[in-house]
């Protein structure tokens, strides 16, 4: 599968904003689809993810009740809704998917970047304060 993120800018604090990443190869029926962000001097962490099936949500606590993860395996698209940003939101972000094969209702997402096959190329959000 190949990622393409998109929809990073500028924007002020309390502000919001939608990330979007594209798949094409196979499916993304076959994934569980995950955010993670970067900035500057810090390890990439993560920041939420979806099952393959979309019935399972996960979160980090710093942006849980903020951000939202949505799945759409029909269209091949997931989607990172950012609401309340703040400063230490900013960073680059990278939409990655694990590769899950069979029944995923007891998936939990890794928060290791090593668990994950694909990665989009990133996509910078800043929070100006």
């Known amino acids: 599968v190949q990622l393409q993120a998109s929809g990073g800018g500028v924007v002020q604090v309390g502000a919001f904003l939608r990330l979007s990443c594209a798949a094409s190869?196979?499916?993304?029926?076959?994934?569980?689809m995950a955010w993670f962000r970067q900035s500057p001097g810090k390890e990439r962490e993560f920041v939420a993810a979806?099952?393959?099936?979309?019935?399972?949500?996960f979160y980090a606590d710093s942006v849980k009740g903020r951000f939202t993860i949505s799945k759409d395996n029909a269209k091949n698209t997931v989607t990172l809704q950012m609401n309340t940003l703040k400063p230490e939101d900013t960073a680059v972000y990278y939409c990655?998917?694990?590769?899950?094969?069979?029944?995923?209702?007891?998936?939990?997402?890794?928060?290791?970047?090593?668990?994950?096959?694909?990665w989009g190329q990133g996509t910078l959000v800043t929070v100006s304060s």
């Open positions: 979806s099952s393959r099936s979309t019935l399972r949500s």
């Open positions: 190869g196979l499916g993304l029926a076959y994934y569980a």
């Open positions: 990655a998917a694990d590769r899950v094969i069979g029944y995923d209702g007891d998936y939990e997402a890794p928060k290791s970047t090593s668990e994950y096959e694909a």
